[in-house]
């Protein structure tokens, strides 16, 4: 089988692709006139983000309370990187969220 390059490949498609018809009733007004988007994120997911946020900010407290400074142990250096990640986590998905909302 032959290989094709980009450009021929381009070049096949461009010339196989079925042409658009022209439709006079479709104009920019029409454009103008579609209702509007609705909201992606809804008070339920928001509700989510908020009971999460709380959750962790109680594990954070607990795991401070916990802690003892003169023997660390590996249960407690488990229990904080599955504390960090999962904060990190948090974050990331609200921040997210937020910057690509469209």
Same mark, same amino acid.
């Given at each position: 089988? +032959? =290989?094709?390059?980009?450009? /021929? ?9 079925? /042409? $658009? #018809? +022209?439709?006079?009733? *479709?104009?920019?007004? %029409? ?9 992606? *994120?809804? !008070? ?8 999460? #946020? %709380?959750?962790? %900010?109680?594990? !954070? /407290? !607990? ?7 003169? $023997?660390?142990? %590996? #249960? ?15 974050? #990331? $998905?609200?921040? =997210?969220? !937020?910057? *690509?909302? +469209?």
């Amino acid at each position: 089988m +032959d =290989k094709i390059d980009d450009s /021929k490949l381009r070049e096949i498609l461009k010339r196989e692709q079925p /042409k $658009a #018809g +022209d439709n006079p009733w *479709f104009t920019r007004k %029409v454009m103008n006139r579609l209702p509007e988007k609705k909201e992606k *994120f809804n !008070w339920i997911e928001n509700l989510i983000y908020i009971l999460c #946020g %709380v959750i962790c %900010v109680l594990c !954070w /407290k !607990w795991f401070i309370e916990d802690l003892n400074l003169s $023997a660390i142990t %590996v #249960g407690e250096l488990l229990k904080y990187i599955i504390l960090i990640s999962s904060t990190m986590f948090l974050i #990331g $998905a609200s921040i =997210k969220k !937020w910057l *690509f909302s +469209d």
